[in-house]
C-alpha cells in the first residue's frame, strides 16, 4: 500500500538553525498538509497545500516556517531560526480528493538544544 | 475556533472488555475520521464518516457520525492487547482537519 514517507526520522539542531523537513507523498494526491504534535499533546494544523500554494496555514504558521513542492514529488516544511518551542512531532499527511481522509506519515522528530 | 473536545481523556479496561469514546464540537463538520497513534508513529487512519447518522465498522470497530454534525463515536468491541494507543478524532471543515485531544486507552491482560 502507498506510503507518506519523511525524513529524517530524528533532526536535532541548535537553536537559530536553519531545518528542513522532507516529505514524499502519495503519488497521487493532491493536497498536502504539515501537522505539529508537541509530546503528549494533540495533532495541530500547521498548514495545507494545494495547486502549488498555500490554501491555508494555522497562527503557529508564523514567519519563520514555510512550504515547498520543489518537484512532482517532495515536499517540505523549512523552519527558518529554530526556537525552543519548535521541538515537537512533525507530520506530514495527504490526501487525493477533496473530502478523502488524510493519510499520515510517521514523523520527523525535531529536538532544538 | 473549531475545537473538538474527546471523552474520556484516558481509560484503563481489561482484555475482552468493550470501549466505548466521544467526540463533540461545538461546530458542524463535514467528515469525522477516527484515527489510532501507536507511540512514535504517525496516526492510521480506523474509520471515516462522510454523512450523518452513518453507522460504518472496520473488523472490531464501530464508528457513527453524530446526527446533529457535531459529535462522532468509536466503539470496539471485545478488546486486545494491541488496541493500546492514542484514539483521535478529526473533523473536516473545508479543506482542514481539526484533531481533538485524544483518548488515551490501556488494555490490562
Known amino acids: 500500500e502507498p506510503e507518506v514517507t519523511q525524513t529524517p526520522s530524528h533532526q536535532v539542531t541548535q537553536m537559530g538553525q536553519e531545518v528542513i523537513l522532507r516529505c514524499v507523498p502519495i503519488?497521487?494526491?493532491?493536497?498536502f498538509y504539515w501537522y505539529r504534535q508537541i509530546l503528549g499533546q494533540k495533532v495541530e494544523f500547521l498548514v495545507s497545500?494545494?495547486?502549488?500554494?498555500?490554501?491555508?496555514k494555522s497562527e503557529i504558521f508564523d514567519d519563520q516556517f514555510s512550504v515547498e513542492r520543489p518537484d512532482g514529488s517532495n515536499f517540505t516544511l523549512k523552519i527558518r531560526s529554530t526556537k525552543l518551542e519548535d521541538s515537537a512531532m512533525y507530520f506530514c499527511?495527504?490526501?487525493?480528493?477533496?473530502?478523502?481522509?488524510?493519510?499520515f506519515g510517521n514523523g520527523t522528530r525535531l529536538t532544538v538544544t | 475556533g473549531q475545537q473538538l473536545n474527546q471523552s474520556p481523556q484516558s481509560m484503563f479496561i481489561q482484555e475482552g472488555e468493550d470501549v466505548s469514546m466521544n467526540c463533540t464540537s461545538s461546530s458542524i463538520f463535514n467528515t469525522w475520521l477516527w484515527y489510532k497513534q501507536d507511540p512514535g508513529e504517525g496516526p492510521v487512519l480506523l474509520i471515516a464518516l462522510y454523512k450523518a447518522g452513518e453507522l460504518t465498522s472496520n473488523g472490531r470497530l464501530t464508528a457513527q457520525f453524530g446526527t446533529t454534525r457535531k459529535d462522532s463515536f468509536l466503539n470496539i468491541s471485545a478488546s486486545i492487547p494491541s488496541d493500546v494507543g492514542i484514539y483521535f478524532c478529526?473533523?473536516?471543515?473545508?479543506?482542514?482537519?481539526?484533531f481533538g485531544p485524544g483518548t488515551r486507552l490501556s488494555v490490562l491482560p
Open positions: 497545500f494545494y495547486n502549488n500554494e498555500i490554501s491555508e
Open positions: 503519488s497521487n494526491h493532491l493536497y
Open positions: 499527511a495527504s490526501r487525493d480528493l477533496r473530502d478523502s481522509p488524510l493519510h
Open positions: 478529526a473533523g473536516l471543515k473545508g479543506q482542514n482537519f481539526v
